[in-house]
């Protein structure tokens, strides 16, 4: 099994198993992803969690599609820069074929998603204090009434109206066979 691994690595990589710590891209093959093994495990993240280097090399190809955007580059050059991108920071996209980062409003989103990745790693970065943005909350009283739980985001109006439509759907049986 060891001997078969090696053998696919260098196939598919153009670098030997043995040497990896000296890992050089090449070009149409396969590239190492940078991630930190997690426990839990689950759906969200099925290659583990990105290093932060990781994120970094994918925010350079950003940088690299943003400079070729504002020149109006070429649709293939943005079409290859977009599949190193996606080589660097994995998505699922099932069987398709994922898409060019070729608008600034798809741009603007892979550069928030690198941004939301570089937060969900901030436990190590709060230092002794190891917060969370979950710390604290299973400690806060429960509201009373949904008016209660959202009147810093909601104003009562809207509340009330979802609330009697909630009660006239209900009166329907809306969604029950």
């Known amino acids: 099994a060891i001997q078969d691994f090696r053998s696919k690595f260098r196939e598919k990589t153009g670098n030997s198993w043995e040497n990896a710590e000296n890992f050089k891209p090449a070009s ?25 280097a990781q994120i970094g090399k994918g925010q350079v190809v950003l940088d690299k599609i943003q400079t070729s955007l504002s020149k109006r580059g070429k649709k293939d050059f943005l079409a290859a820069l977009s599949s190193e991108f996606y080589s660097l920071v994995p998505h699922d996209f099932g069987r398709k074929v994922p898409p060019a980062i070729d ?33 604290g909350v299973m400690s806060l009283p429960v509201p009373k009434s949904l008016e209660e739980a959202v009147a810093s985001i909601a104003q009562k109006a809207s509340v009330a109206s979802s609330n009697k439509k909630g009660d006239e759907l209900a009166k329907k049986q809306v969604g029950k066979p």
């Open 28 to 52: 149409g093959r396969y590239i190492i992803v940078e991630t930190e093994d997690s426990s839990g495990g689950g759906d969200q993240a099925p290659m583990g969690k990105l290093t932060e």
């Open 103 to 135: 608008s600034g409003e798809l741009l603007e989103a892979k550069v928030e998603l690198l941004k939301f990745y570089l937060r969900m790693g901030f436990e190590e970065v709060e230092g002794k204090h190891s917060l969370t943005p979950v710390d």
